[in-house]
């Protein structure tokens, strides 16, 4: 056992839990902050995967703005389901049975496959780098068609939360 | 070192909680939570399959980032129709939205 090892393990067990009090615990905004937990512990997976600046969006973009935006949702809406009544429906075991299903298919897949177990390569030279991922974004003869689409379609969602959002009476 | 293998059961076990919740919860706004879930799970796989499998080219990194634009715009997009309809209907509980129903 590797230092980097047990970090994972412990990591990974307080992330699982964290997703588990997501997805049942019947306070909505309970819920919410679980999830920054949980988004955290997918933050030092990326840093153990030596993709520090997606470790840096996931905090910016995930914590800051996705997870508080889901915060203010629950207190705009909490009247209603104040913690009374079951917070599930009443098919959560065919749900739960789907869920267990699809982690046994997978596992199934994964575990036939010849490269389930290979160890990282080791970072070599240029790749990794921050500037080559960013050069890439913008060079036309690979990423840069995506990349304006993604920022029309947040231009587009931006647009549409307003509108749908906004208040027609005043 | 860390083997290929527990970054995927890993990501296998987060998505799965993730569809449990989409699948099970009643509020809406809890159904959401579940699909940002599945999507994160969804970028740890493409992260560790950049760095195990092709550390030298870009796809992996690329795509992870369409992921969290896209992301962003659905959360914001499915919050505000979740309020919309709770300003209609003062319920959020998602058996109760069928206004597009005739």
Redesign the interface.
Known sequence: M?V??II?LVV?VV??VA??A??TSRN?IH??LW?IL??FG?AV??V????GF?AV?QVI??IG??AI??IF??M??R???QDTG????S??W???L???L??GG??LV?ISWQ???????I??G???QLS??GL??VSPD??VL??EL??V??V???I???F??G?KKQ | ??????????A????????????????A??I???I??ML?AV??NL??F????S??G?AG??F???V??????????G??????I??RR????A?DMNMMKW
Not at chain 1, 48 to 51: I, M, T
Not at chain 1, 86 to 89: A, E, H, I, L, R
Not at chain 2, 90 to 93: A, C, L, R
């Open positions: 590797t980097e090892q994972f990974a992330t699982l997703a588990i997501v997805v909505l819920s919410a999830l949980t988004l997918v997976f990326y153990l995967l030596d993709a997606f969006i973009v995930y703005a996705i935006l889901f949702a629950s705009l809406t009247r209603v389901m079951p917070q599930s429906n098919n959560w065919l749900g739960a789907i869920a267990l699809l982690f997978i596992a994964l490269g389930f177990t290979t160890l990282a390569p970072l070599t240029q790749s990794g080559q991922l890439a974004l690979q990423y995506p990349f993604a920022s379609l947040l587009a969602g931006m549409g939360a307003i749908v959002a208040d | 070192m860390i083997p290929l293998s527990w970054y995927l059961v890993f296998a076990l987060l998505f799965c909680i993730g569809l449990y919740g989409v699948l099970a919860r009643k509020n706004i809890g959401l939570l579940g940002e879930l994160n970028n740890v992260i560790a950049w760095r195990y499998r550390p030298g870009i990194q690329a992870a980032i369409i969290f634009a896209v992301a962003a715009a659905e959360v914001a997009v919050l505000a129709l979740i309020i919309s709770y300003r003062s319920s959020v509980v058996n």
